[in-house]
């Protein structure tokens, strides 16, 4: 495949869905990372696209508040491999929440083709989920500016009337000491409401989040159904979350119904 077949390819992934890894491009290509690293920055010289840590995103998505960009961009490698574990919890036909976190916004892509219900506070995923097979339900109330969401009472009351079949939630830090905290309340609030409204809540956390306790501690791990994480995670680490009785996955065991 050509270069001008492969920037026809890489322009229509990215207006379709907003952003792209380079391994999500190399597969779609049928061509090596290295080459699909190149052909980003020729398209980012253009002005065709904007290069983030390990992919693209469109223009039009990068005037969005930097900060999220940067953060969804930040170990992205291991936020999609756990996605790709989270996508297989789902069924045709469920009703799912989505948080903002940045990992739950990569699961975006994956979950385009199903018909299921999104319930979400994101307007990124809002955004990248138009048009698409999944019906929408967009969560109302004040929204913050920074993070692209809606947040306060309001919003929260909202997700308290839908019941879901799986909360697929991010956290700022997990500690088996101290459970779950966060970089503020803010966000706490909604982690909680969707949890509390969910047949199964389940913590999407890459393994830099593990055992780091942050500015807010909001709730014990008890509540949350599984911790999905990555490879990276260290045998000492794992085996004392199970020890824990946390459900734990990182690829090398299903979640435990």
Do not use: W
Request: charged share 20%.
């Amino acid at each position: 495949m050509n270069f001008q077949m492969r920037k026809q390819l890489i322009l229509q992934t990215l207006e379709q869905k907003d952003s792209a890894g380079v391994s999500e491009l190399a597969e779609l290509l049928h061509t090596s990372a290295i080459t699909v690293r190149r052909d980003l920055a020729l398209l980012a010289e253009k002005g065709l696209l904007v290069r983030t840590h390990g992919g693209a995103v469109r223009p039009g998505f990068a005037k969005d508040p930097v900060s999220f960009i940067n953060k969804a961009a930040v170990n992205q490698e291991q936020k999609e491999y756990i996605c790709h574990l989270a996508v297989k919890e789902i069924k045709e036909g469920d009703t799912i929440f989505l948080d903002c976190g940045s990992t739950t916004f990569l699961m975006c892509p994956l979950i385009r083709h199903l018909s299921i219900r999104v319930v979400t506070n994101s307007l990124p995923v809002v955004n990248a989920l138009l048009g698409s097979a999944v019906t929408v339900n967009m969560v109302g109330g004040e929204i913050d500016h920074k993070r692209q969401a809606a947040h306060g009472l309001m919003a929260a009351e909202h997700v308290y009337r839908y019941k879901a079949d799986l909360a697929f939630l991010g956290v700022d830090g997990i500690s088996v000491a101290n459970g779950l905290s966060a970089n503020s309340e803010t966000e706490a609030e909604m982690t909680l409401a969707m949890a509390a409204n969910a047949r199964r809540a389940i913590l999407l956390c890459d393994s830099s989040k593990l055992e780091k306790d942050k500015y807010f501690q909001f709730a014990a791990l008890s509540p949350f159904h599984a911790i999905i994480t990555d490879k990276k995670i260290t045998p000492a680490l794992l085996a004392m979350y199970r020890q824990a009785g946390v459900n734990i996955v990182n690829g090398e065991s299903s979640i435990v119904l």
